[in-house]
Each structure stands twice: as structure tokens, then as C-alpha cells.
């Protein structure tokens, strides 16, 4: 099964306590000697780490693992701070913004976010991506086809993380909270299945909305993502 590594307890000396996602389940398995640089599997001492592996049913209380395949890791021999800053932010957010249970409603947004960040794509807008992605799994659906308020297809002047999506101009404030380009950023990046629909955005469109997803995320949820603050800086 493949899998991918979000987090990594020490349990006992050498050995560790993984917890993972992968396609339709969140677990955790026991993982003997990975903390042991020498060990055939210690790559998955590795947050976002990609791996194939096998489990079996033991006495303890999770599975153990049987044997296991590096797939990928997201480490570079040279990675920028934005980039790992990244990385960061989307393993603090596997963490922290799901349900322990629910964490694998994150798989595929992971792993493609993982793959265009690899790509080189623009780590900004990787994160963008990945947290419109899962706002929808956290309960916070975005409505970007109208006006989330009336319906209206036309005159879409603002948008709003509180009020759930796009606004016309009867329903927005006055004062506008993004500009054309930021609206466009938000509407193709939701309706799009790849890592692919920047358009013209600058750093500074995209920083303006991931600080506003922050501060939506701590109203909402009662958790504030500190990587992301490094990154916005
Ligand atoms: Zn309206």
C-alpha cells in the first residue's frame, strides 16, 4: 500500500510509532529500528516521506510493519527556506487541522501538492492550493460558480472565507477585500484538479490570501498555523 508519512514518535530505543495516510485511511503501524540511521527502512523517519509498504497484525496495538519501499521523499539536496517552509506548512496542517480519523481526506492533496512543489512550482502557491483543497474536507466549502449569498452569476466583485465564496456587488462591501487577479487565482485554483492555475498572481496576491485562510482557519477552527507565519514574512 502506498503510503505517505505524517508523523514519527519514538516508541522504545530505535523502534517508532508512524502515523500515515493513504487512499481512503488514516493509521498508525509500529516500525521496528527506523530510528537507527543504518536501517533499511529509516527513510520513513521522514515527515512526507512516499513509501510502499506491507503490514502485519501483531499483539500490539497497531500493525507492524513487515517490509517497506521508498517511492520518494520530499527532502532536495537543496531546498529554499520558501520550499521547506512548505513543507512545513502542509505537514503542520496534517497534523493539526484534521481529525485524527480524517486525516486521509488530505491524501491526494498531499501527495500533488508534493509533486508540484518538487516540480519547482512557486511554494506559495502550492500552499494556496493545498489549503483551498482541504478547506472543503474540514467543512468549509467554497462557492465560486456565484454569488454564495444570492446566486447571481453576474457583477462577482469580492470574495469571502467567512461567508463561504464568491460575492456580487449587491452583497459584497463596500470596500473591496481582493482584486480581479486574486479573485481569478481563487476560482481556477478551486475548480482545478492540478497545481497549474497561478495565472498572473504576484507573491504578494497570493501571501494577502494565505493570511487570510489563517486567520479563517483560527476563527473556525481554533488553530493558527505558525509555519505559515514564517512564510508570509
Ligand atoms: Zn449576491
Known sequence: ??????????????????NAITEGRSFSFYAKGILNPKNKNSFLNNTLCKANITLIEGKLKYPILESAEFISSPMLSNCSLGYLNALLTIDEAMIHLFDSQEKFLGYEHVNKTLIALRKGQNPLYCILYFLLKILPSLGFELEVKNCVNCGSKKNITDFSFVD?????SKC?????RYNNTQLLLIRNTVLSDEVDAIGDATDDDIKELLFDINVFLTDGIGYHLRTLDSLLK
Do not use: H, P, W
Open 1 to 18: 500500500m502506498e503510503i505517505i508519512v505524517i508523523s514519527v514518535a519514538q516508541y522504545k530505543e530505535k523502534d517508532a510509532v508512524v
Open 164 to 168: 463561504g465564496g464568491f460575492l456580487c
Open 172 to 176: 459584497a462591501e463596500s470596500e473591496r
